[in-house]
C-alpha cells in the first residue's frame, strides 16, 4: 500500500515557466511534509516542508501547498532554471503527533517525478 | 563542514555473500537512520539510532539484516546471505536529535549502490 503517490514519474518545463509538482496521500496521520531534490550520484537534499496546520509556505522561488481535505500538496518553481533539473521526491510523516497522538521521525516517500528543465 | 558520507559507493556482490556498508553522520548529529530506495521506487525506512541504540527496527526487511552504531558516530549496516532482491541504494541520514529528532530536518548521505549477482 503506498501511501505517498507521486502519479508523474517525469515533467518538462521551459525555462523561466512555472514547474508544478504533485503529491498525494492517503494517511489521515501525516501532519507533516517535505520534498527533497536528488541529483544523479548524490543523496537527496532537503528543499521545502509544510506543516499540516498551515496551508502554504514559501522559500524564494519554491513555494508548497497543502490542501488537506484533498490529501494533497503541491510545489511550484518559479521561475524554473535548468538547475533545477533532478528528481524531486515528495515525503510525509506523523512528526508532531497532531491526529495520533504519537509523533513519528519515519519519513515516508514517494517514488519520485524527474523535471527537465529546457533552456 | 563535512556532509553524510557513505562507503563504498558501489558494491557488487555474489548471491550468499555478506556485506557491510558503512554511514558516516555529520558530526554531532546523535540521530541517524538507514532508508534503501529499490529500482523505480521510494525511498523505504529501514532502521532509526538514537545515539548507539536502534528504538526503531520495524523496517528491516528480514533477520538477514542487522545495523550497529559505536561510539555514537558510524554505522554499519550488514545483510547476510545476499538476495537479488537487496539489490538497492542504500542511503544513510542523519539529524540533531537530542530527544526531538523527529522534528530535525534529515540529512542525506550520496548511498550506496548495492547489486546482488
Known amino acids: 500500500d503506498q501511501q505517498v503517490k507521486q502519479n508523474s514519474p517525469s515533467l518538462s518545463v521551459q525555462e523561466g515557466r512555472i514547474s508544478i509538482l504533485n503529491c498525494d496521500y492517503t494517511?489521515?496521520?501525516?501532519?507533516?511534509f517535505l520534498w527533497y531534490k536528488k541529483y544523479p550520484a548524490e543523496g537527496p537534499t532537503f528543499l521545502i516542508s509544510?506543516?499540516?496546520?498551515?496551508d502554504k509556505n514559501e522559500d524564494g522561488r519554491f513555494t508548497v501547498f497543502l490542501n488537506k481535505s484533498a490529501k494533497h500538496l503541491s510545489l511550484h518553481i518559479v521561475p524554473s532554471q535548468p538547475g533545477d533539473s533532478a528528481v524531486y521526491f515528495c515525503?510525509?510523516?506523523?512528526?508532531?503527533?497532531?491526529?495520533?497522538?504519537?509523533?513519528?521521525?519515519?519519513?515516508?516517500f514517494g517514488k519520485g517525478t524527474k523535471l527537465s528543465v529546457i533552456p | 563542514g563535512a556532509g553524510v558520507s557513505q562507503s563504498p559507493s558501489n558494491k557488487v556482490t555474489e548471491k550468499g555473500k555478506d556485506v557491510e556498508l558503512r554511514c558516516d553522520p555529520i558530526?554531532?548529529?546523535?540521530?541517524l537512520y538507514w532508508y534503501r530506495q529499490s529500482l523505480g521506487q521510494g525511498l523505504e525506512f529501514l532502521i532509526y539510532?538514537?545515539?548507539?541504540?536502534?528504538?526503531?527496527k520495524s523496517g528491516l526487511p528480514s533477520d538477514r539484516f542487522s545495523a550497529e552504531r559505536t561510539g555514537g558516530s558510524v554505522s554499519t549496516l550488514t545483510i547476510q546471505r545476499t538476495q537479488q532482491e537487496d539489490s538497492a541504494v542504500y542511503l544513510c541520514?542523519?539529524?540533531?536529535?537530542?530527544?526531538?529528532?523527529?522534528?530535525?530536518?534529515?540529512?542525506f548521505g550520496p548511498g550506496t549502490r548495492l547489486t546482488v549477482l
Open positions: 515525503a510525509a510523516s506523523d512528526r508532531d503527533g497532531l491526529y495520533s497522538g504519537a509523533g513519528s521521525y519515519q519519513l515516508t
Open positions: 494517511n489521515s496521520m501525516f501532519d507533516y
Open positions: 509544510i506543516s499540516s496546520i498551515k
Open positions: 558530526s554531532g548529529h546523535t540521530a
Open positions: 539510532f538514537q545515539g548507539n541504540s536502534a528504538p526503531d
Open positions: 541520514a542523519s539529524s540533531t536529535g537530542g530527544g526531538r529528532s523527529r522534528t530535525d530536518t534529515q540529512y
